[in-house]
């Protein structure tokens, strides 16, 4: 029988090697991109990017500005046009977006909308209830407990655009709870942030991958936010590497992704 190499080890020296049904499977449940390119007239901003984003595991998208971050997760998710396929349990993921919770950069956020907290949350259930049906006691009760998880349950009446930055991504992350999706989105959700929300959000995180969920992150610094991922895809265009940390951040491919801009490199892979 015919052989891949698919190696979901931190250790490299402990590659294990599937045979290829063992690996249909593992694949099936994770999300395929597949060769996927993105133009903007002119501009070339992603080229056959191909990778696994599994499910259980924690993983990071990072490279420098203008990598293609923010376009690669927006492909993912039909938000613009693409070439190549994006597969989730081996069906296209954009005929699936019931199950994905997108939080998108804090500035393509419209922070005067006039909505309260309770509001954004709740929005995190309009394709369970529908507009007009009015909301169900389940998703009260599922808003109340996700405000209640990332501490803003106090919050619940101020308007969104009153709130600190920090405490705008955790009523994000609340609506993205509430959502009960399988698939988290969070495009740069550590820019301008506290300390404690960074706690909270990586607890969060952490609960969502252990629960099976797949957990998909942009991030734009290299620094400690790295150490908290599994698996790390590392952008500039188009794919510098991607697989777990350890085999990805080398001073080799950080140097290819980021060039001379690199300040930081340490053993803390
Ligand atoms: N809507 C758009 N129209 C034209 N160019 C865009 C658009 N969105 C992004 N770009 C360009 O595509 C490249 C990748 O952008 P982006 O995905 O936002 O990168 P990142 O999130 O890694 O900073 C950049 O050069 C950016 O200027
Ligand atoms: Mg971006």
């Avoid at 891949?4 to 290829?20: A, E, G, K, L």
Wanted: hydrophobic share 40%; aromatic share 8%; net charge positive.
């Amino acid at each position: 029988m015919q052989s891949v190499n698919f190696s979901p080890d931190d250790n490299p020296n402990q590659q294990r090697v599937y045979n290829i049904q063992d690996a249909a499977i593992l694949h099936n449940a994770s999300i395929n991109v597949v060769h996927v390119g993105v133009r903007y007239r002119s501009l070339e901003a992603l080229r056959d990017v191909s990778c696994v984003i599994k499910p259980g595991r924690l993983t990071g998208v990072y490279g420098p500005n203008g990598a293609g971050k923010s376009t690669l997760m927006k492909a993912m998710l039909g938000l613009v046009d693409s070439s190549g396929t994006v597969l989730y349990q081996g069906k296209p993921l954009t005929q699936q977006l019931e199950k994905v919770a997108y939080v998108p950069q804090r500035s393509q956020i419209d922070w005067t909308y006039p909505a309260t907290v309770w509001d954004v949350v709740m929005m995190g259930r309009v394709k369970k209830t529908g507009w007009l049906r009015s909301f169900s006691g389940v998703s009260r009760r599922l808003a109340k407990s996700a405000l209640e998880r990332v501490g803003m349950s106090e919050y619940r009446n101020r308007a969104i655009g009153q709130l600190s930055g920090g405490q705008q991504q955790r009523v994000f992350l609340a609506r993205a709870l509430a959502q009960e999706a399988e698939i988290f989105c969070f495009d740069e959700p550590f820019v301008g942030i506290d300390q404690k929300t960074q706690t909270v959000l990586f607890e969060v995180f952490e609960e969502l991958a252990k629960a099976g969920k797949t957990v998909l992150v942009v991030n734009h610094d290299l620094g400690e936010t790295t150490t908290h991922f599994h698996d790390i895809i590392l952008l500039n265009r188009q794919i510098v590497a991607s697989g777990s940390r350890r085999q990805v951040l080398t001073e080799e491919n950080l140097y290819s992704a980021y060039g001379g801009k690199v300040m930081y490199f340490s053993d803390a892979a």
